[in-house]
């Protein structure tokens, strides 16, 4: 079973997927390059772009993508509604960047065959495009209405990120270490 570290996070995916760190950023302690989306989408000056962490293919029929987004917010002291919305302009944006990424990888596919993001980059076969954010939140406060303003606002931020992610045809699920009776069998998440 493969095991990914993002920040304080493991993320354990099947031995039978194909799993791609795909923002992952090059680290010179285990010699690790950058991925593709930093070595060729963002390289050389593109600005303004963002990426999901990892892009998943299960290897079921019929062909079906992961986008899965990890956001830890702990310690993030933001007002509940300022942090929420800049999450939902950010996770749409990294789902259009990572498509758009995604997408010339598949252009490119004759100039980089090795590439560990080839497999992924099959967006002319139109795959089913799942969409999950992981996201831990600041500790809920001891105050009752403050917990209730606090779920609804998760509640919301769902609904929202699942009706604009609808429109694009892409299934999208939210997620947090609380809900770990909820987590796809599929995969599991757990503190380093």
């Given amino acids: 079973m493969p095991t990914f570290r993002e920040g304080k996070l493991l993320f354990d995916f099947p031995a039978d997927w194909q799993v791609v760190h795909y923002d992952r950023d090059a680290d010179p302690t285990s010699g690790t390059a950058p991925g593709f989306y930093r070595r060729v989408v963002t390289n050389g000056g593109v600005k303004q772009v963002q990426a999901i962490d990892f892009v998943c293919l299960p290897l079921a029929a019929p062909k079906k993508l992961l986008f899965l987004e990890i956001k830890d917010d702990r310690l993030d002291t933001r ?15 990294k789902v259009a960047s990572t498509l758009a ?18 497999p992924l980059a ?3 076969e139109l795959p ?3 969409v999950a954010l992981f996201w ?4 809920v406060p001891s105050n009752t209405l403050r917990r209730i303003v606090k779920k609804d606002g998760k509640t919301l ?4 990120l699942t009706a604009k992610l609808l429109q694009w045809d892409m ?10 009776d909820r987590l796809p069998m599929e995969w599991q998440a757990r503190e380093v």
């Fill in 122 to 124: 099959c967006l002319s």
């Fill in 136 to 139: 831990l939140e600041p500790p």
């Fill in 171 to 180: 299934p999208f699920t939210l997620y947090n270490l609380t809900d770990a």
């Fill in 157 to 160: 931020l769902q609904q929202r």
């Fill in 128 to 130: 089913l495009i799942e």
């Fill in 79 to 93: 007002a509940e509604g300022e942090r929420r919305t800049l999450l939902y302009e950010a996770v749409l944006s």
């Fill in 101 to 118: 990424g995604l997408l010339l990888a598949e252009r490119l596919r004759a100039q980089l065959p090795s590439d560990e993001v080839q």
